[in-house]
């Protein structure tokens, strides 16, 4: 397309909006106990209701949203670059402006208040995605599925070999050296474990403390292990939104078919693989490979069913409150999810109510649902008054400091 973008594209943040919300379902058991918790429900222990909430939210929500961010992500970045044309300014250093400031912004999101910071790693990937967005969008796609394809198909190797060595062991037919790995693995989770329960039950100070003395290269640790999959869907977003994708330029035909092919054939795969893992009690080396290598392809099939559902969905629910409370809250998703994080923080975290690992975590889905009427109850409200949200409002004022531009219309404004 060779027409500039408009700054505020509609389906774009009706979709971001969905995304967001659903991002909070699965953060809230990262935000409830350890790290390893994300993993598995038989981490730190298995619960029944626990085990139902996991299945349902890997089902539904587990890669897929965070999916949907990712690629809306690097629509934006391309919004952005135009509109810093439009107003006269460099658009390769003002984004490399803008992705330097949001490294910041998630750096002190981990060391402030939460482990699962993906901030940093998506003003890394994004710095790199940029410099390839002259690419035409045709190549740029399929570079982006074929990078995202193989390199996860080279972890899937790597995976079944420990999935078929966990295996051995649990039947009480692996070798000595396989039963010792598995008993050091178990012994590295059970650590694992217990550092995370002792920061997220710190008072504020001592867990920024912790944090930042025990492991402070955390956001880069991260980065490296969701770098193929957060750069390659950056690359497809900034394709996609470059083909038409989010301005409505496809058929409805086509939108139809992505829908029900990737929700269908996604949805299929991703059963088949957490109830076989539910049937086998959730071992911990095929819940790495589970949540990993494994569930790639089926998140992202899955990824792109979902974002062509909700595009056809948008028309109908546009001038809907729903929809108008979809698109604001999507408008505000920077602030919505970093104030998730201050808000689930402060129920769960020990400077808070320190309801992390005692609320039972079949619980969590209340959570999420009151988690969700907040961020669906002010934006509309607050732009309304002040037309962006006050955290996106604070990153856009920081980005264009100090440099001349030439107006828009107070109604524009994604940056």
């Not at 808000?343 to 209340?366: E, I, K, T």
């Not at 531009?405 to 404004?413: K, W």
Request: net charge positive.
């Amino acid at each position: 397309m060779s027409s500039p973008m408009p700054e505020r594209i509609g389906a774009l943040d009706f979709v971001r909006g969905v995304a967001v919300l659903g991002i909070l379902a699965i953060n809230v058991t990262g935000f409830w106990g350890p790290l390893l918790a994300t993993f598995s429900p038989a981490m730190p222990r298995l619960e029944p209701g626990g085990a139902v909430w996991f299945v349902i939210a890997y089902l539904l929500f587990e890669g897929k949203m965070r999916g949907l961010f990712t690629l809306l992500f690097g629509a934006s970045m391309m919004l952005f670059a135009d509109a810093a044309e439009r107003r006269g300014a460099n658009p390769d250093l003002m984004q490399v402006r803008r992705l330097l400031l949001l490294m910041a912004f998630g750096y002190a999101h981990y060391a402030l208040l939460w482990w699962g910071d993906i901030l940093l790693p998506y003003a890394a990937c994004g710095v790199l995605a940029f410099s390839l967005r002259r690419l035409a969008p045709e190549p740029l796609a399929a570079a982006a599925l074929l990078l995202f394809l193989v390199s996860h198909g080279l972890e899937i190797i790597g995976d079944l070999g420990s999935i078929a060595t966990e295996a051995r062991v649990l039947a009480g037919h692996g070798a000595p050296a396989e039963a010792a790995e598995q008993t050091a693995m178990m012994g590295r989770i059970a650590a694992s474990i217990t550092a995370d329960m002792r920061v997220l039950h710190a008072p504020f100070l001592e867990a920024v403390r912790l944090r930042l003395t025990t492991a402070p290269l955390l956001p880069l640790a991260n980065l490296g292990a969701t770098f193929f999959e957060t750069f390659p869907l950056m690359l497809l977003g900034m394709a996609l939104l470059r083909m038409g994708l989010f301005t409505g330029e496809w058929e409805d035909s086509s939108l139809r078919r992505m829908a029900l092919f990737g929700i269908g054939a996604g949805g299929t795969m991703s059963a088949g693989l957490i109830g076989w893992a539910a049937l086998h009690q959730f071992p911990p080396a095929a819940m790495f490979a589970l949540m990993g290598s494994l569930a790639a392809i089926p998140h992202l099939a899955m990824t792109l069913g979902y974002l062509a559902a909700l595009l056809l969905l948008y028309p109908r629910l546009r001038d809907t409150s729903a929809g108008q409370r979809l698109v604001a809250a999507g408008r505000c998703a920077f602030t919505n999810y970093l104030g998730t994080t201050f808000v689930m923080s402060a129920l769960f975290a020990g400077w808070g109510l320190g309801l992390g690992g005692v609320m039972p975590r079949g619980a969590l889905p209340l959570v999420v649902l009151a988690g969700w009427s907040l961020m669906l109850a002010w934006p509309r409200w607050w732009l309304a008054r002040f037309g962006q949200g006050p955290l996106e409002a604070f990153w856009r004022r920081l980005t264009w400091l100090g440099v001349r531009r030439s107006p828009l219309p107070p109604a524009a404004g994604a940056a």
